[in-house]
């Protein structure tokens, strides 16, 4: 199927597919919203939840739990495989290179392919059908939740944040929370790894204090994950979009100069004081714990608001897992695995647990070729992108399925001896919203090398052999099953 173009096509995709749930009671988004869209997805309720009456907020409807199943994004997408959206970045690269006419001109065909990809500007949005100015602008107007009771206030938890980068020039959008602070100011929280405070940084050291901003609310499925989706810099984050949706982004140009994606259903317009600096928080977050940061963030100035009509909010919402952010988090682990293993050829397949918070454990399996392999796999995994913020990685032999919690739990148990094979790193830099370092952003990482041993990794004695059953016994068994009387 061709890929779904904005938010309110995925919403009829789900519903078609049984997947859509519409509450037509009216209820608030202040605690009510994020406490029946945390109940549904503990129960694991596979569908999403279209509130069309939202208290105090007349004309604006929620979705929430969009993302209520990874097979179901994987069709609107359009793909057989989720790891084909990397490999569209990748497979180009790979291979011997052309000698041939014939292969010149097809391996050029190949590499021009990826300019269906860029993102189109358009003159056109639908949100442009609304849009409030000077004093009408206020984020009071938007249905913003306060997702727990101690939560600092009100929260965009899903918007995606634009800003240019001031060196490259690409666009950065990043899902990052941000805590409604007045009628038209708004904290934004960039943890310090991430592209938002990159550009931060680097316009403070351009002397400048004020970068142009929007916050967008709503878009189509591939864009909005492209927004959580840890995409290395300086990668345009459009481009990446027009990736994972397998065609371009339409884009429109703001008055301030921002390009953000015309299919959304609420852009925020303004700007961000990068010397007006606020604390933020607390705010109960994906480990389960308040977040109240010692930093402080800098301030969101809100100058227009855009809306299609009748606009769909869209919002998650944060806690102890399992909630929503397992598929978001389980997308990425698939999309993300060609890029790993174009890097590092050795790995076969990646777990993030989901109850690992994705950030805080990882299994990893690899071909082994050599003594110091798995060691060799675990030291280059803690550098790599947004696996280098992995607090636990497990690395095991290919044959070891690190989808399945119970074989990797044997591999560690059966192949790890704890001073040769536990590779502790200290004064790490680590997730900024893990609550285990008492200096945020500062703390340690845990290897294990849970592959077979080589003989110089083995006091020179081979590695035990496992067993397995006589092939003919196995096939005198399976004849005879029937006879046996058992289930």
Known sequence: ????????????????????????????????????????????????????????????????NIFCSLEAVREALGVERLEDIGERLFEPLKGPPPLGIG?????LGEVLSLGRYMPRAVGR????????????????????????????GRYLTYALVHVRDPVRGVMNMGVYRVMIAGEREGVVHWQIHKRGMQAQQDSVEKGENRIPAALVIGSDPGTLLTGAMPVPYPIDKHLFAGVVRGEGLPVYRLPNG??????????????IDLEDLREEGPYGDHFGYYDKPSRLFPTFHLERVWHRDEPIY??????????????????????????????????????????????????????????????????????????????????????????????????????????????????????????????????????????????????????????????????????????????
């Open 314 to 487: 869209y919002g998650s919402v944060t806690g102890k897992p399992p909630l929503e952010d397992v598929v978001i988090g389980k997308f990425a682990e698939r999309i993300f695995l060609p890029a790993i293993q174009t890097l590092l050829p050795e790995v076969v397949d990646i777990d993030l647990p989901p109850h690992g918070v994705f950030q805080g454990m990882a299994f990893v399996s690899i071909k082994k070729r050599y003594p110091g392999h798995g060691k060799k796999a675990l030291l280059a995994l803690m550098g790599l992108g947004q696996l280098s913020l992995t607090k636990i990685i497990v690395v095991v032999d290919h044959d070891i399925d690190v989808h399945d919690v119970n074989q990797v739990i044997w591999a560690v148990s059966s192949h790890v001896d704890p001073q040769r094979d536990v590779l502790v790193v200290p004064h790490s830099h680590t997730d900024e919203l893990d609550p285990a370092t008492p200096t945020p952003m500062y703390g340690s990482k845990l290897g294990i090398d849970a592959t077979r041993k080589l003989p110089e990794e083995y006091g020179g004695r081979e590695w035990p052999e496992e067993v397995a059953p006589d092939p003919e016994t196995v096939r005198l068994v399976e004849a005879r099953w029937g006879e046996y009387g058992l289930d």
């Open 125 to 152: 949005a639908g949100f442009t059908a609304n849009v409030l100015e000077g004093r009408e602008a206020s984020f009071h107007s938007i249905p913003a939740f306060k997702v727990w009771p101690k939560d600092g």
């Open 1 to 64: 199927m061709k890929p779904t173009a904005d938010l309110r096509s995925y919403l009829e995709f789900l519903e078609s597919k049984g997947m859509l749930r519409r509450v037509r009671a009216e209820v608030t988004p202040v605690l009510e919203i994020p406490e029946i869209l945390r109940r549904i997805m503990y129960k694991g309720s596979g569908y999403a939840v279209l509130f069309e009456r939202v208290k105090g907020h007349r004309g604006f409807r929620v979705a929430g």
């Open 258 to 271: 921002i390009h953000v994606p015309a299919n959304a259903e609420i852009v925020l317009e303004g700007y």
């Open 103 to 107: 292969g010149k001109l097809r391996s």
